[in-house]
């Protein structure tokens, strides 16, 4: 099985960053779009290139490892929970591109400490880089604040399954495009189970977030060799609210991510993942995205006499 996950998974890395190169050699004869015509369409105007950060349904891709600890929050994550009293610290900066437009996250500060055997709590704080061309200013992005509860952790079973309650504190950006009079802190409850046989696992993630944003996918992730990992998954987002603009379709995103880990010591690792929209609309974020960070984790730390 493991020879077969990491050639599905490499096959689809390789098919992502080749979609992603054609996107973006295709990108360069523009589509009409420019900084004014963006502008305009800010409300949710249809056909305007929306970054992630001003879309609810634009979760942080991040994948820092097939076996190890991924971010601390990710809407495809898997059922595995950071060792009790381990801590797992992600730096990483995060570039989304779509129709000659930008934007970066950076730093991306993703953090998660185990608590128990069957609790993990994490945050996932990004900055976002000022920008002309959509007029932002830098500042903090969408954050994510949560406790993963480990429901079937068995080590001895290749079954596990975790539960995620989370907070979701909107950023300005994200609130000026938002239904009127929604809370900036919303509320989410991401369920995810996963499969191990060996170094490879594979995992799917369902859940809700307030006020009614649903998502659902799936991924598969191994070790090739004993240093390197690779990961890939693919996950549909949508929701049934209405925006500002009555005109406007309920807004949905299907996203492909893929991503690879190295393991440089026992506790400093660097990865990358590259993520790619499919049949998704440009108001509600639609692009490719980019990543590459660095890993710190620290085992539990034992005081003796």
């Known amino acids: 099985m493991k020879r077969s996950l990491a050639a599905i998974v490499a096959c689809a890395a390789v098919a992502l960053l080749v979609s992603t ?25 249809n056909g305007a290139v929306t970054p992630p950060s001003e879309v609810a349904l634009a979760a942080p891709i991040g994948i820092a490892g097939a076996t190890g600890a991924a971010t601390p929050f990710a809407w495809m994550d898997n059922a595995s929970l950071v060792a009790p009293g381990a801590v797992w610290i992600g730096i990483s900066t995060v570039r989304w591109q779509n129709a000659g437009f930008s934007e970066v996250n950076f730093p991306v500060v993703d953090a998660a400490v185990g608590m128990t055997p069957r609790l993990q709590i994490g945050a996932s704080v990004p900055r976002i880089v000022a920008n002309e061309a959509f007029g932002r200013p830098a500042g903090f992005g969408t954050t994510f604040l949560n406790a993963k509860l480990g429901i079937f952790t068995d080590s001895e079973r290749p079954f596990k399954a975790a539960i995620a309650p989370t907070l979701e504190i909107l950023s300005a950006a994200a609130m000026q495009f938002v239904p009127l009079g929604q809370n900036r802190v919303q509320f989410g409850l991401p369920f995810s189970v ?10 799917g993630s369902s859940g809700y977030f307030s006020p009614g944003v649903w998502y659902a996918g799936a991924g598969a992730g191994t070790l090739i060799g004993s240093r390197v990992g690779v990961a890939v998954s693919f996950s549909r987002s949508w929701t049934r609210s209405v925006l500002n603009d009555p005109s406007l379709a309920p807004p949905q995103r299907h996203d492909i991510s893929t991503g690879i880990s190295l393991d440089l010591t026992p506790n400093v690792g660097v990865f990358g993942s590259v993520g790619r929209t499919i049949g998704t609309a440009a108001q509600f974020g639609a692009g490719t995205t980019m990543s590459v960070g660095l890993s710190l984790s620290a085992n539990r730390i034992v005081f003796k006499e």
């Open 21 to 45: 190169s054609v996107f973006a050699q295709g990108k360069k004869q523009g589509n009409g779009n420019s900084k004014s015509s963006n502008a305009g369409g800010k409300g949710g105007g």
């Open 194 to 203: 996963e499969f191990d046989r060996g170094v490879s696992r594979v995992y």
